[in-house]
């Protein structure tokens, strides 16, 4: 730590219990009273130093002999007006990077003026404050984090302020200079090309020789939250890459969140965090570091994601444990809750989805984090879901925060209500079907359909709407069959296909084993939805039409659906009888034309 030293007299204070003395030979006139401490001084000295001494001692003097000061207030306290006290008496002293903020702002605060006496201190303090310390990247980082204690006199005369602007430009210039060698001369550091001296002392802009542009990320930390913030903030406006500013972030969150170190390894001590946080404020610092997070894609590490870019996280980065005795709940879901937020609100499709179709808005491309989200956060809650204790409103909040059309399927909400149900058999029919409609029953895969359509968890108007909607996507699934069956005996008729081969044969029969498989599956449906009206209609007429009708009204259909559907069943099966008498025809036609070809021969 660079220093310069003032004053020439030896050291004539001695102290006594909670009293200073100056043992100059003469006896005080004065007592300077701060705190619990006193000062046992001469008059003359301080006077010629300060006005503010100037006039309590002519105040003093008015009364009786022996006078005493108080002097509350004053920046630094004790500590620091023995101190100003030695620089009055030209007492040896250090001026350094730990003591000059106090120093000046007390040279303030009493008036030390040139008008007082050349060479005053606040002339000396704001000296080696400019051409020293602001010139020094670890003297300006010590002298910024003195200006905690004293932060309202210290933002009166600007310090603070300057110490960042030299630490941001520093960091701004080392990132183009990386690479050239840092040069010591006799123990003192030096920038490369070798930088002034003022005192005698070097000013070297780099605190160590390193290649690594983190060598900072360390030094910052030792930093307040609020002073760190400013200097992240001026960093990022004089053009320090983004890359940095985010690893900076991260080195600072793992020092104070023990949240973040769950992966902590067997050496590696409980106790090496710096600073102790409450929850209260471990929950502001996470939010504070997430909203200084640079807004470029790529620049933060997947295992250090607070919202910005939670589309790259895994599943195991949001598993963040709760260090509170007063929440019951393992994992900290209110912090996923409040990320999953801020994400939501920084990631701008480039339209609004309720302007295009649902379809359309899945498939295009600025979706694509937000359906990784999805698929996320719907993994997030099937593994907190066995949770006893976690609530039914905060997991449901949780689910329905996601937008609808960022689920391509509802497989994985599914899942995760599922999970949640089966460790959470307490809650009402009321809550569950509440929960139970966040699931949108078109959107499942028919394995997820035949799961629900046999899960007793469930409510009753959930599996109805199931079975409903199994139904439907098996029937679309057998007209598609037909309808490809149709277009292969057509390009089979064609002149240039040929005869009927053995794989065409094959695939035929491939293809009538499915829709078999099809049409069994359905006939079985339909028994079951026949089963499921009859058991209905046996808790009495009213309740059954009361039931069918919140279906009908949910599904958006008319009360003949049902009846058409089934309609169109039979129709499809006399259509796939049809085909296959068709196609029994054809190859006897064929094989009759080989006979004929064979006899003419």
């Known amino acids: 730590m660079a220093c310069m030293k003032l004053g020439s007299k030896t050291d004539a204070f001695q102290r006594q219990g909670q009293a200073w003395f100056c043992t100059s030979g003469l006896p005080s006139d004065v007592v300077v009273e701060i705190g619990e401490m006193s000062f046992h001084l001469h008059k003359f000295p301080l006077l010629s130093r300060s006005g503010v001494m100037e006039c309590l001692i002519e105040e003093a003097s008015q009364g009786e002999e022996g006078s005493v000061i108080k002097l509350p207030g004053i920046p630094g306290g004790a500590n620091t007006f023995e101190t100003v006290a030695k620089f009055c008496y030209g007492v040896k002293l250090e001026l350094t990077a730990a003591n000059v903020v106090y120093l000046r702002c007390a040279a303030e605060h009493l008036e030390m003026t040139e008008e007082y006496g050349e060479g005053n201190l606040i002339s000396q303090t704001e000296s080696f404050l400019d051409q020293v310390v602001l010139e020094n990247w670890n003297d300006s980082l010590r002298a910024l984090q003195t200006c905690d204690n004293i932060l309202s006199h210290a933002e009166q005369l600007d310090i603070p302020r300057r110490c960042i602007d030299s630490l941001a430009a520093k960091v701004c210039t080392e990132q183009n200079l990386l690479g050239w060698p840092v040069v010591e001369h006799g123990g003192l550091l030096q920038s490369p090309g070798g930088s002034a001296l003022w005192n005698g002392i070097s000013t070297g802009a780099r605190p160590k020789s390193s290649s690594s542009e983190d060598w900072w990320y360390d030094d910052a930390s030792i930093l307040s939250f609020p002073l760190y913030k400013r200097l992240i903030l001026a960093m990022e406006s004089q053009g320090v890459k983004p890359e940095l500013v985010a690893g900076s972030l991260n080195s600072y969150a793992k020092k104070y969140l023990p949240g973040l170190h769950r992966r902590r390894g067997p050496t590696m001590p409980r106790n090496h965090l710096v600073g102790s946080l409450s929850e209260e404020d471990q929950k502001l610092l996470v939010e504070e570091i997430n909203y200084l997070l640079p807004l470029e894609k790529g620049v933060v590490q997947s295992k250090f994601l607070f919202g910005l870019q939670l589309d790259q996280a895994a599943l195991e980065d949001l598993l963040m444990p709760t260090f509170s005795y007063s929440i019951e709940t393992l994992y900290d879901v209110d912090c996923v809750s409040r990320v999953l937020d801020h994400f939501l609100a920084m990631d701008q499709v480039a339209a609004s989805p309720g302007s295009f179709d649902e379809g359309q808005l899945i498939g295009s491309p600025s979706l694509t984090p937000i359906t990784m989200v999805a698929k996320l956060i719907d993994g997030y ?58 699931i949108d029953c078109q959107k499942l895969s028919l394995e997820a359909c035949t799961h629900a359509a046999q899960n007793e968890r469930l409510p009753l108007r959930t599996i109805i709407q199931v079975l409903f909607f199994e139904q439907l996507q098996l029937r679309t699934s057998v007209a598609g069959c037909l309808l490809v069956s149709d277009n292969l005996d057509i390009s089979r008729q064609a002149p240039n296909e040929g005869s009927w081969t053995a794989t065409g044969v094959r695939e035929n029969h491939a293809l009538k084993a499915g829709m078999d498989s099809m049409r069994s599956r359905l006939s079985e449906l339909e028994k079951e939805c026949s089963n499921m009206r009859q058991e209905i209609g046996s808790l009495g007429r009213a309740k059954k039409w009361s039931i069918w009708g919140n279906v009908s009204k949910k599904l958006g259909l008319k009360s003949q659906m049902c009846s058409v559907q089934e309609g169109s069943v039979s129709k499809q099966n006399d259509r796939v009888e049809s085909n296959e008498k068709s196609r029994d025809k054809l190859r006897k036609e064929k094989e009759k034309e080989k006979e004929k070809e064979k006899e003419q021969e």
């Open 381 to 438: 809650l099937a593994e907190v879901a066995p949770d006893v204790n976690l609530k039914l409103p905060k997991f449901q909040s949780l689910a329905a925060a996601i937008p609808e059309y960022a689920r391509p399927l509802d497989d994985g909400l599914y899942r995760a209500i599922d999970i949640y149900l089966k460790y959470h058999p307490w809650i009402a029919d009321s809550d569950r079907d509440h929960l139970c409609r966040l």
